[in-house]
């Protein structure tokens, strides 16, 4: 079982920046590729980044060169650092552990963390 709790959210200006994190407890945090996905209302929730086992990244169109994914596995934890923040970035942002090789299979989902940009 691995629990996930986001925190960085909060409302902030246009062009400017947030950082969220994504603590992960529980074990076997090296074998999950960690994703952020976002959700906006009236939406579906769509991806953002993800980081894979390997410190593989892969990104929506619309966040890079924008947005980077990073983690570190010692402190199990997950960050994704927003710069040059639009409007269009409001979201509720949810972490995501996917699980690999013998915990493949399983899916976890944090509560998510509200960003909003606006002036």
């Known amino acids: 079982q691995v629990q996930l709790v986001e925190s960085g959210g909060g409302l902030m200006q246009p062009g400017g920046s947030l950082r969220l994190s994504c603590a992960a407890s529980?074990?076997?945090?090296?074998?999950?590729?960690m994703g952020w996905y976002r959700q906006a209302p009236g939406k579906q929730r769509e991806l953002v980044a993800t980081?894979?086992?390997?410190?593989?990244?892969n990104y929506a169109d619309s966040v890079k060169g924008r947005f980077t994914v990073s983690r570190d596995n010692a402190k199990t934890t997950v960050y994704l650092q927003m710069n040059s923040l639009k409007p269009e970035d409001t979201a509720v942002y949810y972490c995501?552990?996917?699980?690999?090789?013998?915990?493949?299979?399983?899916?976890?989902w944090g509560q998510g963390t509200q960003v909003t940009v606006s002036s």
């Open positions: 995501n552990a996917h699980g690999t090789r013998f915990v493949a299979g399983t899916d976890y």
């Open positions: 529980g074990t076997f945090f090296s074998l999950y590729v």
């Open positions: 980081i894979g086992t390997n410190t593989y990244t």
